[in-house]
């Protein structure tokens, strides 16, 4: 809850951070492996930078793509994170960052004729990417990193284009 609490405080701060200039905006397909299951979801992603080099972030997933296991299906219905972020600026145009933080994922699995169970995957979370801006303004996001549970955990890759404010 107070993660769902906190994610929703960074999606309304978005208009006071790209008035000062300092936000950027991520949209883009994100595949997480959930112990052996591959499944695709569609991210969004705020970041506020504090100054040239931290900044927060706030990540929204929705499951979009499901994974057959066996007889069974899994899928990813939602997964909220939050990070603080270190970026390293390799050029004008190239990116490279760092993030930690908590991020929580919720996934079910359904068996015909044996029913269906839920699981979360709530915990640290980190990663490392790079961004390429084309512009002053657009580019092109891509990140690797790792959710970690109590009892499971998921990398995660995640691509899309990037927008600066």
């Not at 603080?84 to 990116?95: D, I, K, M, S």
């Not at 029913?115 to 990417?129: E, K, P, R």
């Not at 990193?145 to 009892?151: A, P, Q, V």
Request: aromatic share 10%; net charge negative.
């Amino acid at each position: 809850m107070k993660l769902a609490l906190a994610s929703l405080a960074a999606i309304l701060a978005a208009p006071i951070a790209v008035a000062q200039g300092n936000a950027e905006l991520s949209a883009g397909y994100t595949q997480f492996d959930a112990d052996g299951a591959e499944l695709g979801a569609l991210t969004g992603r705020g970041t506020y930078f504090f100054n040239q080099y931290l900044g927060a972030e706030g990540e929204v997933s929705i499951g979009i793509d499901d994974a057959t296991v066996g007889p069974g299906t899994v899928e990813l219905d939602n997964s909220l994170g939050a990070f603080g972020v270190l970026r390293a600026p390799v050029t004008e145009r190239l990116e490279l960052f760092g993030r930690v933080g908590y991020a929580a994922s919720e996934f079910n699995a359904s068996v015909p004729g044996l029913g269906s169970a839920s699981a979360d995957v709530d915990g640290l979370a980190y990663g490392v990417g790079g961004k390429l801006f084309f512009t002053e303004k657009l580019g092109v996001r891509a990140d690797l990193g790792r959710y970690e549970g109590d009892d499971s955990e998921a990398d995660v890759f995640t691509i899309g284009g990037v927008v600066k404010f």
